[in-house]
């Protein structure tokens, strides 16, 4: 979808009347049956007024094609400005421009991330050159009109307020400063010449009309490539029923094509392989040519999986295929063929950084999909937003008339193969009773220690062998180093401990970067991923009093977004309050001692719970 088509003389004198910003609000509204913010309306008065002033020559065709804010097809992002026309071989071009009103930014460690002041604060985003590089990608990748007619993409950033420093072109972006240049404010004649390179004849925006209108599918070297990352990746081997699965769910989105609506729910606790025949459907799906996403609500899992898949931490063309679970608010119906939803017990109702968008990520993303493939354990609900269930997933597709599957992964092939690991843990914390009182005969590794340097030392000898042992805590220990790095987070000071939380430095890729075993992770970046040893400091809002297990909202972060709200629901519905914040609390820990397929070790900050567990083993 475009907001605003023009040539460059209708943009140019929209702009010199003064209603440009007007113009495309007006449009937007139409386009998108919302209004947009008062900020973005501005960001348009400034930044296309700079635009103006850079196609102002002769040179550049006044019937030069001009498109404003173009929604890239089966994403939620748009493209700020585009020029079409064609080049003195007849050739058609699009240059794709992310426009930025930035005065300054700051270094990052992350590929193809930089930090700038963004709503209250300094955070991370995508780096422009990376953006503008993207968006150009996907667009060859998908769109067939793009591929058929052989039109070139020239991607690029204009930060009209930015003057040069060592950051903006450093170095360490050069990877994508070479796919997409930047340039900067005192380069608007630099610019030009780049778009004058493209276009040397106008084409009255046909070209970007058609690319609109045609068809969306991916390429085949897009699918070819990926189907090559997957071929011998003995971490993607479906066993057993989990090839069943796999079919099955092909099966039903071959069918969904012909028939209507169709919704797979695929039940598996901890270890039974569902990510593993997600990323698998990906793939075959499109290698089919069909369009289909890989959805989870946490970013973690998205950032390992492609990571895994490509084998590089580094970002890459298959980004666009790993998607959040909010990105299907204004999707048109059946838009894609298929979207495989992991972790689906993590969905929400509300989507966007403040929980305000949308109506029901499940009701979205079953309009959005022909065939909608849920991965879900319900026993790892962890937050009170949480409304991903089996019953709310059925509910959902009854009301779009959409046929429900229903299977079930129960093997395990995490916890050296045990379900009865899974039963002590649950006999263990009181989520409910079972005969698995204790591990003496499983072979797996489990064990409480004496101190949390302890259980830090070990995790660290554990981590030599394969890079695969973490710390891991509840959330009870406010995140003090996000606001100075030099503090720590989680301290024992009685123990000479002292570490930090992972949710800085090394982010959603945490559980794979080497040093990041010098950091503490949390419930937000390890579930749904695994290790082969996990250590976890088990805190004080879960205890044991005599003899019984004992959850305490009350001791967790001030910071933790997850029991938020409950005070609330403790004054209107008690009973129910103390239920879920039960279930949250303990499903979070469960959670966690489960991330390790060879061994647990634990220590809890509670003496007497301690003592318990180590009683109880």
């Not at 050739?91 to 930025?100: A, G, H, R, S, T």
């Not at 240049?181 to 004649?189: E, I």
């Amino acid at each position: 979808m475009i907001v605003y088509r023009s040539t460059k003389k209708g943009f140019q004198d929209e702009v010199e009347r003064g209603d440009i910003d007007l113009t495309i609000e007006k449009k937007f509204f139409e386009v998108f049956h919302k209004r947009t913010t008062d900020k973005e309306v501005d960001s348009w008065w400034n930044s296309l007024h700079y635009m103006s002033t850079v196609l102002n020559d002769p040179e550049i065709p006044d019937n030069t094609g001009i498109a404003i804010e173009c929604q890239i097809p089966q994403t939620n992002k748009r493209i700020d400005f585009v020029i079409t026309g064609t080049d003195e071989n007849n050739k058609p071009n699009v240059v794709i421009i992310e426009l930025k009103q930035w005065k300054t930014a700051e270094l990052s460690d992350k590929d193809g991330i930089i930090k700038t002041a963004l709503g209250k604060g300094v955070r991370e985003t995508s780096h422009p050159s990376y953006q503008a590089w993207s968006y150009a990608t996907f667009l060859h990748d998908y769109s067939e009109t793009v591929r058929n007619e052989n039109i070139t993409l020239s991607p690029c950033a204009y930060l009209h307020n930015y003057v040069e420093d060592q950051v903006i072109r450093n170095p360490f972006y050069n990877n994508y400063l070479d796919k997409a240049p930047v340039f900067l404010k005192r380069d608007p004649h630099k610019l030009r010449d780049f778009i004058k390179r493209y276009v040397k004849k106008g084409d009255d925006g046909e070209i970007m009309y058609r690319i609109d209108s045609g068809k969306i599918r991916p390429s085949k070297q897009l699918s070819e490539s990926l189907a090559s990352l997957l071929k011998g990746n003995a971490e993607f081997i479906m066993l057993d029923e989990q090839k069943l699965v796999y079919e099955t769910a092909l099966w039903l989105t071959e069918k969904a094509k012909k028939e209507g609506k169709k919704v797979l729910i695929v039940e598996g606790g901890p270890g039974t392989g569902k990510s593993v025949v997600a990323i698998n459907l990906l793939t075959e799906i499109t290698k089919r040519e069909m369009l289909t996403q890989y959805v989870t609500k946490n970013a973690a899992p998205r950032a390992v999986y492609q990571s895994k898949l490509t084998g590089t931490i580094t970002k890459t063309r298959f980004a666009a295929l790993f998607q959040s679970s909010g990105s299907f608010i204004n999707t048109p119906i059946n838009e894609f063929d298929a979207l495989i939803v992991d972790e689906a017990h993590r969905l929400n109702e509300k989507s966007g950084m403040f929980q305000n968008l949308g109506e029901n990520q499940i009701k979205e993303i079953i309009h959005a999909a022909a065939c909608s493939i849920f991965f879900i354990d319900e026993d790892q609900k962890v937050t009170m937003k949480d409304i991903g269930t089996k019953e709310e997933i059925i509910k959902q597709a009854k009301r779009l008339n959409a046929e429900v599957v229903e299977l079930e992964l129960s093997s395990q092939f995490r916890c050296n193969g045990s379900d009865a690991y899974l039963a002590f843990l649950d006999n263990l914390l009181e989520i409910r009773s079972t005969a698995n009182t204790d591990i003496k005969d499983l072979n797996y590794e489990f064990k409480v220690c004496d101190s949390p340097a302890e259980l830090r030392d070990m995790i660290f000898e554990k981590n030599k062998e394969k890079n695969s042992a973490r710390l891991v805590a509840g959330y009870c220990w406010d995140w003090k180093s996000q606001k100075d790095p030099a503090a720590m987070d989680i301290t024992f000071p009685e123990y000479k401990f002292a570490m930090k939380w992972n949710l800085a430095l090394d982010s959603m890729l945490w559980i794979m970067k080497p040093n990041s075993v010098n950091e503490i992770g949390c419930i937000h970046t390890c579930q749904g991923l695994e290790l082969d040893y996990v250590g976890v400091i088990i805190g004080e809002d879960l205890i044991v009093r005599d003899g019984k297990v004992l959850v305490d909202p009350a001791k967790r972060s001030k910071m933790d977004s997850s029991i938020k709200g409950y005070k609330k629901m403790l004054a209107s519905d008690p009973e129910k309050a103390k239920d879920l914040i039960r279930k949250i609390i303990k499903n979070t820990y469960r959670t966690l001692m489960t991330r390790g397929m060879k061994g647990c070790y634990i220590w809890c900050v509670d003496k007497e719970t301690n003592e318990w567990m180590k009683n109880n083993l």
